[in-house]
């Protein structure tokens, strides 16, 4: 079965591969008890798609302040790999007390390990004393808050928004209009299908990417509280609203294209550019992606799923820094934090390279954005709120795993609906995902 992520590995499994990586952490004598005369270092993991400080304005600008704030200490910036390189890297680190003091991740269930096992510092206090709040959407500390038992663990300062990217001139040809309504928009696939265009250019091979289309059907199915309650385990899974989400994702592929279970995120695009297929299910990235391969953002056009409810949520999430319990360099690592929460980062990397992800509304200006930026700007910002992804976004990494089987067992006819729903409730029922 394909993952997006592997599974975070117990902690217990990899305590004798951990005495690889006990240097790999806070060095010896980084800390305040260090030898008197050497430089105390802050040690902040990411993965490497963050790392490059050419391209990284954010971390950059907060690096330098961090420097300037403290001359004598030196910032230790380490590149992970991928995020799932990197999670496995915390994972050993953690079990051998090599962890470093700060690292950047997903909000998501894949720390909760880290979270259950007492070595990721909380952050409520720091919110109150800073007023971080006051600049971050109150939906998505909801959502971290959810997530980790009522508590903060992690600084956002990245967020990420999903929706349906389309075709403008596919859309004008046939005289579309953005649906409202998911009744309106299968009568716009169907359409597009009649006119022998693809509706829906969907990477299978990424199971995330069709886990998005479910997610929608959960919102429009379930409402906002059993969804949410879906979400954070308040809600069995074997319940009519889910069943009848994957029946309608079993219905709704017939407007995917063929073979679509084994197409990668570059062959949709293949059929996107030239316009043989109209319409994808992607997130913020998008938009410089489409740029740095040639298209004209101006020809694509962005709408959120159309859940057709009063409260029209966003599908989001987001990324964040966190604290180790055990780091030696807490007040640091406090300072850095406050950096981060500041502006200037997020302006930094605005004015730069237009970056649209901040966390800051106040870091942007719209009128030097395309239309597109635009609309993924104000989806990410949507007043209604969001909802997060049903995968290890917010479930635990044996769920997902049967989440993404479950997925594409209905699609391929292997298993009925209500068979599906039967297997995510066991397995969550087995892995003590229900809250009592």
């Known amino acids: 079965m394909k993952q997006l992520l592997r599974s975070a590995k117990t902690l217990s499994c990899l ?22 005369g050497e430089k105390r270092q802050l040690v902040f993991w990411e993965s490497s798609y963050y790392t490059d400080l050419e391209t990284n304005a ?84 909801d959502d971290q808050r959810s997530l980790f038992d009522g508590n903060l663990y992690s600084l956002p300062i990245r967020r990420t928004v999903m929706g349906v990217f389309y075709r403008k001139d596919v859309f004008a ?17 169907e359409t597009l299908q009649q006119n ?10 990424v199971p995330a990417a069709t886990n998005r289309w ?17 979400c954070y385990g308040r809600a069995s899974l074997n319940c009519p609203e889910v069943v009848q989400s994957l029946a309608e994702l079993k219905e709704l592929s017939q407007y995917f294209q063929e073979g679509h279970f084994s197409a990668e995120e570059n062959e949709c695009r293949l059929l996107l550019y030239p316009g043989d297929a109209a319409m994808e299910y992607s997130a913020t990235w998008e938009a410089d992606t489409f740029e740095s391969q040639g298209q004209n953002v101006e020809d694509w056009g962005y709408f959120r799923f159309p859940s057709g409810l009063d409260q029209s949520r966003s599908n989001r999430f987001t990324y964040g820094i966190y604290i180790s319990a055990d780091s030696p360099n807490k007040d640091l690592a406090i300072d850095f934090l406050k950096i981060c929460a500041s502006l200037d980062p997020y302006q930094a990397d605005f004015d730069e390279r237009g970056s649209i992800v901040g966390i800051r509304d106040d870091a942007f200006d719209l009128t030097k954005l395309d239309p597109l930026r635009t609309s993924l700007v ?33 699609l ?24 009592n």
């Open 15 to 36: 305590a004798l591969a951990g005495a690889l990586l006990a240097g790999c952490g806070a060095p010896s004598g980084s800390g305040p008890s260090g030898t008197s």
């Open 58 to 141: 954010f971390y950059r600008v907060a690096i330098e302040k961090f420097n300037e704030m403290h001359p004598d200490v030196e910032f230790v910036l380490g590149s992970k790999g991928r995020p799932e390189q990197e999670i496995d890297a915390l994972t050993i680190a953690f079990s051998s007390d090599a962890a470093p003091d700060m690292f950047g991740y997903s909000v998501g269930a894949l720390v909760q390990p880290f979270i259950d096992g007492g070595k990721l510092e909380q952050l409520d206090s720091l919110y109150q004393e800073n007023g971080w709040a006051d600049n971050i959407d109150p939906a998505l500390l």
């Open 173 to 189: 040809q046939y005289g579309l209009k953005v649906p409202a309504t998911y009744e309106e928009f299968l009568q716009v696939c």
């Open 196 to 205: 022998g265009i693809v509706p829906i250019a969907n990477p299978g091979k």
């Open 214 to 230: 479910f997610d929608g059907l959960l919102e429009k199915n379930c409402g906002i509280e059993l969804h949410n309650d879906l």
């Open 378 to 410: 104000e989806d990410a910002s949507n007043p209604d709120g969001s909802y997060m992804a049903t995968n290890e976004m917010c479930w635990p990494p044996k769920l997902t795993d049967m989440l993404y089987e479950v997925l594409d067992k209905v």
């Open 412 to 435: 391929l006819g292997e298993i009925t609906p209500e068979e599906g729903a039967n297997m995510l409730d066991q397995t969550a029922a087995e892995i003590g995902f229900y809250q």
